[in-house]
């Protein structure tokens, strides 16, 4: 019914910059929030960035003043452009957002297949 598809992470030097992109496809009615968490191994997913219709944003303290999340709603997608990359931002990276479908209106998350950001010299 509904896909996210990531794409942008990578492998980049300390202090570089990434842009993550996730575009939801399918029978769409609805998006409300759409954002990133990531894992790194050993540690528990946490909540990196979040929008709503893409003007309230919130972001972990570690990120804040790095990275920006941002949102196309024409084309159901999100962002997440990170700046000054960390070796500890190293991760997997996942999409999420809360859509509501055309057969369904009762709103529930979905999850992108998740994306490589390594951060190493």
């Known amino acids: 019914q509904v896909q996210l598809v990531e794409s942008g992470g990578g492998l980049v030097q300390p202090g570089g910059s990434l842009r993550l992109s996730c575009a939801a496809s399918?029978?769409?009615?609805?998006?409300?929030?759409m954002g990133w968490y990531r894992q790194a191994p050993g540690k528990q997913r946490e909540l990196v960035a979040v929008?709503?219709?893409?003007?309230?944003?919130n972001y972990v303290d570690s990120v804040k003043g790095r990275f920006t999340i941002s949102r196309d709603n024409a084309k159901n997608t999100v962002y997440l452009q990170m700046a000054s990359l960390k070796p500890e931002d190293t991760a997997v990276y996942y999409c999420?957002?809360?859509?509501?479908?055309?057969?369904?209106?009762?709103?529930?998350?979905?999850w992108g297949q998740g994306t490589q950001v390594t951060v190493s010299s």
């Open positions: 999420n957002a809360r859509i509501a479908t055309m057969t369904s209106l009762a709103p529930r998350d979905y």
């Open positions: 929008t709503t219709s893409g003007r309230n944003t």
């Open positions: 399918g029978s769409i009615s609805s998006i409300y929030h």
